[in-house]
């Protein structure tokens, strides 16, 4: 069972907005955040592994800019019929893909891939398309505009 510790409800919002914004890049990070908020570097691993089991914290790790890498980013769509909405699924967990979502428009399936570079979009493109028989739009960006979500609490 896990240790309980004294943490207001105000400081754990603190630390949440901490850790999205300012996470410490230094040799011992957590024993820095335990400082700032009077705790131990065990409770404060131990209250981020809580919030990773609960669900509140889905990852934790560095994001990487793929574009400044070299990489190619495009916004895919396409229309999925019902009886074939397991595809979604299975494009979803490519490795090629970072986000994707179903939506209610006649484009129903959103998704996002970073590839190695442009060029190879459209073989990327028309493999899902032959495998799947299904038609996929590509949509690439012009210009980015907001590269961090930052959920302030």
Same mark, same amino acid.
């Given at each position: ?7 207001? &409800?105000?400081?754990?919002?603190? @630390?949440?907005?901490? @850790?999205? &914004?300012?996470?410490? +890049? $230094? ?14 570097? $065990? %409770? +404060? +691993? %131990? ?11 889905? !990852? ?19 229309? +999925?019929?019902? %009886? ?9 967990? @490519?490795? %090629?893909?970072? !986000?994707?979502?179903?939506?209610? !428009? ?7 891939? *970073? ?12 493999? @899902?398309?032959?495998?799947? &028989? ?7 960006? *012009? ?11």
């Amino acid at each position: 069972m896990a240790k309980k510790f004294s943490l207001s &409800q105000k400081d754990k919002k603190n @630390l949440l907005n901490l @850790l999205q &914004q300012e996470f410490p +890049i $230094e040799e011992k990070p957590f024993e820095t955040l335990a400082k700032k908020f009077d705790l131990s570097e $065990e %409770e +404060i +691993i %131990e209250f981020l592994k809580n919030l990773q089991k609960e669900g509140i914290i889905r !990852h934790f790790g560095a994001t990487v800019n793929s574009i400044k890498l070299g990489y190619y980013t495009c916004l895919c769509g396409t229309s +999925i019929p019902e %009886e074939k909405i397991n595809i979604v699924y299975e494009i979803a967990e @490519l490795p %090629e893909v970072t !986000h994707a979502y179903l939506r209610e !428009h006649r484009l129903n399936f959103w998704f996002t891939v *970073v590839l190695p570079s442009e060029e190879t979009l459209p073989n990327f493109i028309k493999n @899902l398309s032959d495998k799947y &028989q299904i038609e996929i739009k590509s949509f690439p960006m *012009v210009k980015k505009f907001k590269a961090k979500a930052v959920f302030t609490l």
